[in-house]
C-alpha cells in the first residue's frame, strides 16, 4: 500500500490499482490500514521527533529523487538527521557521522520459508550493523524483534560469526539442506490452480519413485507467491548428490521452470 499516492502496488509484476473505499466482499467502509512500512516509519518519526530532519530511502522513492548523490551529499553536509529505508541503506553506504542504527522488526526474514532465511538474515543485520560507528564517534545498533534468544538474532548482536556458523551447520545438516546436498527446485504455473497442483502432484509421484536416503522429494506444495501474473505456481523440491542428473530423466511440457542450486527456495 502506497499511501501518498492511496494505490496498492504489485512489487513482483508491478500491477497497481486504486485502493478502494469499501470492501469488495461485505462492502463495509470500515477499513483499517495495519502494518509497518517506510512511510509509515516516517510519519512515526516525525511525530516523535518534530524537529529532526528525515530522509527515506527505499524503491518506492522514485529513481530520479532517490540518486545516490542526493542522499551523500544531505548526509555528508549534515542536511539530514534520520535515515528511513530498507535493506538499500544497510549495503556499501559509509556515513562517518551515523552513531545510531535501528532494526525495525529484525526478525522479519526468519519467517519465509527458505533454507537460506537464517543465512540472510544475519548477513543483513552485521551489514546494518556496520553503517554506525564508522568515524571517531562509537556507533550503537538497537534491533527490534520478538525473537531474541534466536540464534540468528543472539549471533548476530554479539558480531559472532563462529556462534552462528555453527549452529546453522547443524541445522542444515539435520535437514539434509546444502551444503551437505544439491537443490533442484521444480515450479510449476498454469492458470487454473486444480490443474497445476494436479501436474506438479503428477511430476511429483514420478521422482518420489527414485527417493532414497540420498534423495530426498518434497511437495508439491504452493509456492511462497502461489499466485502471480494470472498464474497458479506449484513447487517440488529435489534433494541429494546430483538431483540434477534424475531431473533430466524427466520430460516436463511448457509451464515448467527448473532451477537447480537455485538462491532461494521461496
Known amino acids: 500500500y502506497h499511501a501518498t499516492e492511496e494505490r496498492l502496488v504489485c512489487h513482483r509484476c508491478g500491477y497497481s490499482t486504486r485502493v478502494s473505499e469499501t470492501c469488495p466482499t461485505c462492502k463495509g467502509s470500515r477499513i483499517r490500514y495495519l502494518g509497518v512500512g517506510t512511510q509509515r516509519v516516517v510519519d512515526e518519526v516525525h511525530t516523535v521527533f518534530p524537529g529532526a530532519r528525515v530522509i527515506r530511502w527505499d524503491s518506492d522513492v522514485p529513481a530520479r529523487t532517490r540518486g545516490q548523490s542526493r542522499l551523500d551529499d544531505a548526509v555528508h553536509s549534515g542536511d539530514v538527521d534520520i535515515i528511513v529505508g530498507t535493506q538499500m541503506v544497510a549495503k556499501g553506504l559509509d556515513f562517518p557521522n551515523v552513531t545510531l542504527v535501528g532494526a525495525i522488526s529484525a526478525d522479519l526474514g526468519l519467517t519465509l520459508p527458505?533454507?537460506?532465511?537464517?543465512?540472510?538474515?544475519?548477513?543483513?543485520?552485521?551489514?546494518?550493523?556496520?553503517?554506525?560507528?564508522?568515524?571517531?564517534?562509537?556507533?550503537?545498533?538497537?534491533?527490534?524483534?520478538?525473537?531474541?534468544?534466536?540464534?540468528?538474532?543472539?549471533?548476530?548482536?554479539?558480531?559472532?560469526?563462529?556462534?552462528?556458523?555453527?549452529?546453522?551447520?547443524?541445522?542444515?545438516?539435520?535437514?539434509?539442506?546444502?551444503?551437505?546436498?544439491?537443490?533442484?527446485?521444480?515450479?510449476?504455473?498454469?492458470?487454473?490452480?486444480?490443474?497445476?497442483?494436479?501436474?506438479?502432484?503428477?511430476?511429483?509421484?514420478?521422482?518420489?519413485?527414485?527417493?532414497?536416503?540420498?534423495?530426498?522429494?518434497?511437495?508439491?506444495?504452493?509456492?511462497?507467491?502461489?499466485?502471480?501474473?494470472?498464474?497458479?505456481?506449484?513447487?517440488?523440491?529435489?534433494?541429494?548428490?546430483?538431483?540434477?542428473?534424475?531431473?533430466?530423466?524427466?520430460?516436463?511440457?511448457?509451464?515448467?521452470?527448473?532451477?537447480?542450486?537455485?538462491?532461494?527456495?521461496?
Open 114 to 266: 527458505d533454507y537460506r532465511a537464517g543465512e540472510r538474515t544475519f548477513q543483513l543485520l552485521c551489514q546494518v550493523a556496520g553503517r554506525a560507528g564508522r568515524g571517531l564517534k562509537p556507533g550503537r545498533v538497537v534491533a527490534q524483534t520478538y525473537e531474541p534468544e534466536n540464534y540468528v538474532i543472539r549471533s548476530a548482536a554479539a558480531q559472532d560469526y563462529r556462534a552462528f556458523f555453527e549452529a546453522e551447520m547443524k541445522y542444515r545438516e539435520e535437514a539434509y539442506y546444502p551444503p551437505f546436498c544439491s537443490v533442484v527446485r521444480l515450479v510449476y504455473a498454469h492458470t487454473n490452480d486444480d490443474r497445476g497442483r494436479s501436474e506438479a502432484e503428477r511430476v511429483y509421484r514420478l521422482l518420489a519413485r527414485q527417493s532414497s536416503d540420498l534423495l530426498r522429494v518434497t511437495g508439491p506444495t504452493p509456492a511462497f507467491v502461489h499466485r502471480l501474473r494470472g498464474r497458479y505456481r506449484w513447487q517440488v523440491l529435489v534433494r541429494g548428490e546430483n538431483p540434477a542428473a534424475v531431473v533430466a530423466g524427466l520430460s516436463l511440457p511448457s509451464g515448467w521452470m527448473v532451477d537447480v542450486d537455485p538462491q532461494s527456495v521461496a
